[in-house]
């Protein structure tokens, strides 16, 4: 079996990482090159870097920034935010990400999952959504770091997502982000019970508990971004408490 990757999330916006709470309230958190190499060594399974600014400002994401992280980190890194085209995505691959992932651009032109599978293969192609509760059991994907409704039903999206070669989805609840109230276990259940690949639970996670409820809810990996940052909860000891609970994980000694 498989071990459930704890994923730390660089959210990135004017070179520094930046976090808030349902996706407003932006608070500076810290350099991302050095807190990147502090996750290397901390257990981390993989790491997300996120520009989150980038479509917003129609450009791409820094790739001299991604290719500074890289440099100091030796797990998985997955670079994301304002990605346009294959050229974009070949640039962050050589700067050292090892996966991509769309978002906005995706939802414009869902062949660009195609062509990327096609390019560089489905293990690279990661589609991020950003879905937020609309009604009873249904949630609407939203584009541009949050900003626009797209009217979309997450649940299809996903589905469709897939169809097109997406290899793993990022699903970011938006009613959760920051609040550290847990993850939105209703929206994973949905998302994980409708598809057949890997869904990263992104948006909540406050207590060592909301993992293993992610789990629970179908997740293959955990999402966390300041909690981490600002040293509530460690990777490890998410991990030590995963295992307590049965549930299978990659730990160093």
Known sequence: MLGVRIIPCLDVANGRIVKGTNFVNLKDVGDPVEVARQYGIEDADE???????????????????????????????????????????????????????LNSSAIKDPEIIRRANYRFGRQCVVVAIDAKKVSENK?????????????????????????????????TSMDKDGTKDGYDIDLLKIITNSLTIPVIASGGAGRVEHFAQACEAGASSLLAASLFHYGELTVRQVKEYLMYKNISVRLTK
Do not use: C, Q, Y
């Open 139 to 171: 949630w609407n994907v939203f584009s541009h770091g949050g900003r626009f409704d797209t009217g979309l039903d997450a649940v299809d999206w996903a589905k469709k997502a897939t169809e097109f070669g997406a290899g793993e989805i990022l699903l």
């Open 47 to 101: 790491l997300v870097f996120l520009d989150i600014m980038a479509t917003h400002e129609n450009r791409g994401t820094t790739v001299d920034l991604i290719r500074r992280v890289a440099e100091k980190v030796f797990i998985p890194l997955t670079a994301g935010g304002g990605i346009r085209t294959l050229d974009e995505i070949r640039s962050l691959l050589n700067a050292g990400a090892d996966k991509i992932s």
